[in-house]
Each structure stands twice: as structure tokens, then as C-alpha cells.
């Protein structure tokens, strides 16, 4: 049952992700970041890295998780509307929350990214590379901070708005 729910995680991922990945002919190494690419797939493996690090024919590129952050392409921006309870403090709160769960994600598949982080007088703006990243992080901060989501999304579009309340 378990396996069964990963693999369609997993799936669901693949396709989201598909209009942005790079399709290599062989292996590669991210020459920003960690990530691997093997069996046509980015990914985040330590073994992997060092054998293919090893080997002369690796191709040296940007994952494409690193191509979406330099280009700044978004799929993704949550906004959480700062009411007076959200003091500067629980907004840093919130978004240490969020750092951590993207390292988490980021370990999954390195195409999860937060791209931006801003905050000012009246909001906190988080934008992801990854539509599901940034779902991901609203129902989250839902859950630890007791605000509710509105999400804004045209049909057949990848780019996902959510306001946090
Ligand atoms: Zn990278």
C-alpha cells in the first residue's frame, strides 16, 4: 500500500515536471547544485554523485531545477496576508517552516525550489519553481498556523496563486 501511494507520488511529480526537464543523451552532474541526473531523471544521491564524478563521459550542466531558479520561472506564489497577529517574528517562524520543507522536497526531486521570499508591512510572498511546492507549503502553513488557503488557478494552467488568511 505504501509503495503503491510513493509510486504515484512520484508519477504525479514526473508528469508536473515534464515541460521543463532538460532530456539529456547519458548521465550528468548539476554543476550548481547537488543534483543528479541518471536514467533521465534529476535527483539527489551521494553514491550516484561520486561514482558518476568518477567517470570521464558525465556531462556537466545546470539541473533543471537550477535552469527554473536562474530564470526565475515560477509555478507557483503563496501570499499570506499579514493580519496584526502576524508579528515579524511568526512570519520568520513560518518561513524557517518553509525553508525546511523545501530541503525536505528538494531531497525528493531537486526540481522543488523556492525562488523568492519577500515580506513587507501588509504581506509575506513565497514563490516556488514547482506548483505542487507551493501547494505543498500552503497546506502546511494551514496546518501549523491555523490560516486557511484560497487557491486561484485557470483551468489548464500549471501556475497556481494562493492566498493564506
Ligand atoms: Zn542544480
Redesign the pocket.
Known amino acids: 500500500m505504501l509503495m503503491t501511494q510513493t509510486h504515484l507520488k512520484q508519477r504525479k511529480w514526473g508528469k508536473q515536471a515534464d515541460s521543463a526537464r532538460t532530456h539529456l543523451q547519458g548521465d550528468a552532474l548539476?554543476i550548481?547544485?547537488e543534483?543528479v541526473y541518471h536514467d533521465q531523471r534529476w535527483s539527489i544521491d551521494s553514491n550516484l554523485r561520486s561514482r558518476l564524478e568518477a567517470t570521464p563521459s558525465t556531462l556537466h550542466v545546470?539541473?533543471t531545477?537550477?535552469v527554473l531558479l536562474q530564470e526565475l520561472l515560477i509555478e507557483g506564489t503563496v501570499t499570506l496576508r499579514r493580519t496584526l497577529d502576524w508579528t515579524l517574528e511568526r512570519c520568520n517562524e513560518a518561513i524557517r517552516m518553509c525553508r525546511h520543507e523545501e530541503e525536505r522536497l528538494h531531497q525528493k526531486d531537486?526540481l522543488h525550489r523556492i525562488t523568492s521570499v519577500d515580506i513587507d508591512d501588509t504581506q509575506l510572498e513565497i514563490t516556488t519553481t514547482t506548483e505542487f511546492l507551493s501547494r505543498h507549503l500552503a497546506r502546511r502553513l494551514e496546518r501549523a498556523f491555523g490560516c486557511r488557503a484560497m487557491f486561484h488557478q485557470a483551468p489548464g494552467e500549471k501556475y497556481v496563486r494562493i492566498e493564506l488568511f
Open positions: 548539476c550548481r547544485c543534483a545546470l539541473c531545477g537550477c531537486p
